[in-house]
């Protein structure tokens, strides 16, 4: 049995994994909630949105859609594929214009050949991501997304290491622990560290006396 502050210390963290999770529920369908479609203004707008919030509770829920909408940034684009080894810190940066993106009309990928998505990129620096309703993009791939069967064949995600681009799912899934550590950080220092412990962990008189005695 969790004893009462072993609860009150998890619960925000659960709070965080269930609301992480709901995302691929309750927005499902939603391009600018897993950056599809090549809507990077929309997944960012999500993010930031999110962190303005300033009611605790409130904060602990949102942060962890958040983290959702920035972590499926590193699988569903090709920031990877790219060769970049850092996050994307202008995703939480909304004064930060977003650059080299692909257009609309712009080509990015070209056909699967047997199965093998490795090369299927096109050779050039822009910012793409895959596509459920487009058959002249880079599609998402997978067994939910129907262009994938079409011209340009597969997909270009790191969901799992049988994905299209499943090779280069740890490097997404690594990049999304490093941005989600950013982000906190960002937090932490705009918020201080009382408040930070308060609105995304727990707060308690006794981590009041640890912060006075840390000062």
Not at 91 to 106: F, R, V, Y
Not at 110 to 132: A, H, K, V, W
Request: hydrophobic share 35%; net charge negative; glycine share 8%.
């Amino acid at each position: 049995m969790i004893s009462h502050v072993g609860f009150s210390t998890t619960r925000p963290v659960i709070l965080k994994t269930v609301h992480n999770a709901i995302v691929d529920v309750a927005y499902a369908l939603s391009e600018k909630h897993h950056f599809d479609n090549e809507r990077f203004h929309g997944g960012r707008d999500v993010i930031t949105t999110g962190l303005t919030l300033s009611n605790f509770v409130a904060g602990r829920s949102t942060l962890g859609g958040v983290f959702h909408t920035l972590q499926d940034f590193y699988s569903h684009s090709n920031w990877v594929e790219l060769g970049n080894i850092a996050p994307y810190s202008t995703l939480i940066k909304p004064e930060q214009p977003l650059q080299n993106l692909a257009g609309l009309s712009t080509p990015t990928c070209r056909n699967c050949i047997g199965g093998n998505c490795g090369t299927n990129l096109l050779e050039q620096s822009l910012l793409t991501s895959g596509y459920f309703n487009l058959f002249s993009k880079c599609s998402h791939g997978g067994s939910f997304d129907q262009t994938s069967t079409h011209d340009p064949v597969g997909g270009i995600n790191k969901d799992a290491v049988d994905s299209s681009h499943g090779s280069l799912h740890q490097k997404a899934a690594d990049l999304a622990v490093d941005a989600t550590l950013e982000l906190l950080e960002d937090i932490r220092q705009a918020v201080g560290d009382k408040n930070f412990l308060c609105k995304h962990f727990v707060c308690t008189s006794a981590i009041v006396e640890i912060n006075c005695i840390a000062k």
